[in-house]
């Protein structure tokens, strides 16, 4: 058996800047390229993100064209769309990754299902917004990912679930370790694996240092992990990755270490119910 599990590069985030790691790809070019070398490393999806030409995170629909185009020219690799931009961002600019249709359509998109300090800021996904997204993201046929800061945000997704927005068995990320939030520790993650109704799939992405330790708990626990420079920009103690692909290179080593073997996008669509 080979006991695929489902690796996500989180390319480009709306947090992480040029002056961080020169390594950040910003042009819908570079994104390609350095998504090419995630899939090659292992990586089945891409959490995406898209940046104005000057690096100023964004949602432009036109700039995630462009990147979802030059990422399908050179790769098989699944297109996850964040629908959470950047904090601050109103509920249509969020959303401009889900007015793609046809061939520029993505594979899923994520969706948050509450509020959560955001280091010095406000994640702010009040339940109307958070109805209103669920609702974009079904009209177009995605599945979504449940981005759950918290674990009650897993109980939000199960009330989704009850007014037909969501469809279970659903997939969700723990996302772990943002300052102001649910840190990122191994009882945590047990709690929101328990609280899981029956049948979901589940990938962590633990941020900073936590990244690629992560991995490893996420491979030993049969689930699935989130690398990547939206999250942690190091491989290694003061070490720069010198790309979203040497994240993933290390995230591919860990799992395997542990027996599971990097998803394929096809594995993955699968293992997900992605249909
Ligand atoms: N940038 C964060 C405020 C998502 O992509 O869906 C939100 C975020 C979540 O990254
Ligand atoms: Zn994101």
Request: some cysteine; proline content about 5%.
């Amino acid at each position: 058996m080979s006991n695929p599990m489902v690796i996500t590069a989180a390319m480009v985030g709306a947090e992480t800047t040029r002056e961080q790691t020169p390594h950040l790809p910003i042009t819908a070019e570079e994104i390609a390229e350095d998504a090419a070398r995630c899939r090659e490393a292992g990586a089945a999806m891409v959490h995406l993100h898209v940046r104005t030409p000057d690096g100023k995170p964004s949602q432009d629909a036109e700039l995630f064209r462009a990147a979802i185009r030059a990422i399908r020219k050179r790769t098989d690799i699944l297109v996850q769309v964040s629908t959470g931009g950047a904090v601050g961002m109103g509920v249509d600019e969020r959303c401009g990754g889900l007015t793609l249709t046809g061939a520029d359509r993505p594979d899923m998109a994520t969706l948050t299902t509450g509020t959560v300090n955001f280091g010095e800021e406000v994640f702010w996904n009040p339940r109307p917004l958070v109805r209103d997204i669920a609702k974009r993201i079904k009209e177009l046929g995605l599945k979504p990912e449940l981005e759950c800061f918290d674990v009650g945000m897993i109980d939000e997704a199960n009330a989704l679930a009850k007014e037909g927005l969501v469809q279970q068995p659903a997939h969700y990320d723990f996302v772990l370790g943002v300052p102001g939030a649910l840190a990122a520790r191994e009882a945590a993650l047990d709690f929101m694996i328990a609280s899981l109704p029956e049948g979901s799939t589940w990938t962590v992405a633990a941020v900073g240092r936590h990244q690629l330790p992560f991995v490893d708990l996420a491979a030993v626990k049969g689930g699935n992990a989130r690398v990547g420079l939206e999250d942690n920009i190091y491989v290694s103690k003061g070490v720069l990755a010198k790309g979203n692909w040497e994240l993933v290179a290390e995230a591919a080593k860990r799992a395997k270490a542990k027996g599971r073997t990097p998803a394929t996008p096809e594995e993955a669509r699968k293992l997900l119910r992605l249909g």
